[in-house]
């Protein structure tokens, strides 16, 4: 057995965590980068905090998934800045957004040559600029994770830069501030990191530390989700999916993804579709087409047994098997109006492509079987 678990330096998890931004700054030194989006919690007041403390502060606000002209323009203005310490409040797109910035103030060349499948893939070599990461969603874990996803529109595809060294410095964890979520953002974030936990346990580099980390992430889910969405103010589901999130991104990051994310990654590019409605709506067909290729080609393996403890989990219930996992993911799309593909924007004529590109996708490494480009299209089609 043999395996490697690392993630962000610090950790700080509960209501009020947001409150040790101030002391993370303070140990770092004067100058602050700060990066957030447009719209939830009232950014002004973080800034406003820094700068009273008597830091230096230059405040970025951004909308959209990152992509190379948004994160010139970031990173332009961080260099003019020179920070001490980058901190990004936001979304799971703003703080992959900040780990960017953060590595390339101190490694040089350009982004592209960072980047996966359409760069070299240059290693960082240099420790970034101190990072925190301050999710306001409760879905991609990206506070915990060593990759930012940036969209590369020329080539219509979304890569990832990824080095252990972009693992954040310090990850601040306040289920607080995931109470400005609409409830659509809920459902697909929460649905992200469902997906995410899924394909962390049952896939093919699973180990006993992300084991334990994602079971108890998937009871959380399944006790919390739909309360979170229906009722926005339950503080107690609301810290329920700060931590089913945050330890979705602990399981990614140290076993693999699956075929979920090796499809929406390369769908992202080019539909320009949210990430996590993309998962959502994918995770029943990819769980049915999973399971029927598992028992047709590798029913000795420990997959199915996975499965159906997700079930379990996920359903409360013990009795729960495999199918009633995907039973319980096509309910709840539909309970919280989770659009089909085709409403975001697939046809049948991007289908192929799609899969093509979803076939060389690193995330499909991690699935529990490799499935054929037929099987793939099966689970586009389902989705459509």
Excluded at 301 to 322: D, F, I, K, W
């Amino acid at each position: 057995m043999q395996f490697e678990f690392a993630t962000a330096g610090r950790i700080l998890f509960g209501p009020g965590a947001r409150e040790h931004i101030g002391e993370i700054a303070e140990s770092a030194g004067e100058r602050v980068f700060l990066i957030t989006g447009r719209s939830g919690p009232d950014y002004a007041a973080f800034g406003a905090d820094l700068a009273e403390a008597g830091h230096t502060l230059h405040h970025e606000a951004v909308s959209g998934e990152p992509d190379i002209p948004m994160i010139s323009a970031a990173l332009e203005a961080a260099r003019r800045h020179d920070p001490h310490l980058v901190v990004a409040i936001g979304g799971g797109s703003v703080i992959d957004l900040g780990k960017v910035v953060a590595a390339l103030l101190t490694n040089t060349g350009e982004l592209t040559e960072y980047l996966e499948v359409v760069g070299e893939g240059r290693p960082i070599t240099e420790r970034p600029v101190p990072f925190c990461a301050v999710p306001t969603t409760a879905g991609t874990g990206t506070e915990v994770t060593r990759n930012a996803v940036i969209g590369v529109p020329e080539h219509r595809v979304k890569v990832s830069m990824r080095s252990p060294l972009m693992l954040p410095s310090y990850a601040v964890v306040d289920p607080e501030l995931s109470a400005f979520c609409p409830p659509a953002v809920t459902a697909t974030a929460g649905l992200d990191a469902c997906t995410q936990l899924i394909e962390s346990y049952v896939g093919a580099k699973a180990n006993p530390l992300t084991d334990g980390i994602c079971r108890e992430g998937l009871l959380r889910v399944g006790r919390s989700l739909r309360s979170a969405y229906h009722h926005p103010s339950d503080r107690a589901a609301r810290e329920d999916m700060a931590l089913a999130a945050l330890m979705s991104g602990l399981g990614l990051a140290n076993a693999k993804l699956g075929a979920v994310h090796g499809l929406a990654g390369p769908l992202g590019g080019l539909l320009s579709a949210p990430h996590g409605a993309l998962c959502a709506r994918m995770l029943a067909p990819v769980t049915r087409v999973n399971l029927a290729a598992l028992r047709a080609r590798a029913s000795e393996g420990e997959a199915l047994t996975r499965y159906r403890q997700a079930a379990q989990l996920l359903t409360g219930r013990s009795e729960a098997q495999p199918d009633d996992l995907v039973n319980w993911v096509g309910e709840i799309v539909q309970e919280f109006h989770v659009p089909m593909l085709g409403a975001l924007g697939l046809t049948e004529a991007l289908i192929p492509e799609a899969v093509a590109k979803g076939m060389r996708a690193s995330s499909m490494q991690g699935n529990p079987v490799q499935l054929t480009e037929d099987e793939l299209a099966e689970v586009l089609q389902e989705a459509l």
